[in-house]
């Protein structure tokens, strides 16, 4: 059974921004160019990490671009090499949000970072390009 919370992530479209053009992600369904993309750059995983909106509770438009900028910095300080992303809701009633799509990002990594930033979710991979919803507190 699905609450709202999750209905609204899987009515989303994750837009990642890769050298060569955009691809765009959808939950539970692999993405061929993706997967190609990854096994090219020797990435087994990946991960989709926002700070945008803490709790799915809409934020300013700079409280968002503070958040999203100390999380790139903490990416960059770790070693990551994040990419642009966003993620782009179907039905347009929720704010494009920035996010960041990282390569060789492990999902207890990726969790561990987006609960400094008040998320409840991430969206994880692995080589076959699948992304996964990840809860951060799952049934919680």
Same mark, same amino acid.
């Given at each position: 059974m699905m609450n709202d919370l999750e209905t609204a992530y899987r009515a989303t479209t994750y837009r990642v921004f890769l050298p060569g053009g955009a691809v765009d992600l959808r939950l539970d369904q692999a993405n061929g160019r993706l997967s190609a993309w990854l096994a090219a750059a020797?990435?087994?995983?990946? !991960?989709?990490?926002? &700070?945008?909106?803490?709790?799915?509770?809409?934020?300013?438009a700079a409280a968002n671009a503070?958040?999203? $900028?100390?999380?790139?910095?903490?990416?960059?300080?770790?070693?990551?090499?994040?990419?642009? !992303?966003?993620?782009? &809701?179907?039905?347009?009633?929720w704010p494009v949000e920035e996010s960041c799509f990282v390569?060789?990002?492990? $999902?207890?990594?990726a969790c561990a970072l987006a609960a400094d930033f008040g998320?409840?979710?991430?969206?994880c991979g692995g080589e076959d390009g699948t992304p996964r919803l990840v809860w951060l507190n799952p049934g919680g």
């Open positions: 020797g990435c087994r995983c990946f !991960a989709l990490v926002t &700070a945008c909106n803490p709790g799915a509770q809409p934020s300013s503070e958040r999203q $900028a100390r999380l790139e910095c903490e990416l960059l300080a770790g070693n990551y090499e994040p990419f642009a !992303a966003e993620h782009v &809701a179907d039905d347009g009633a390569p060789d990002l492990a $999902a207890g990594d998320q409840n979710a991430v969206v």
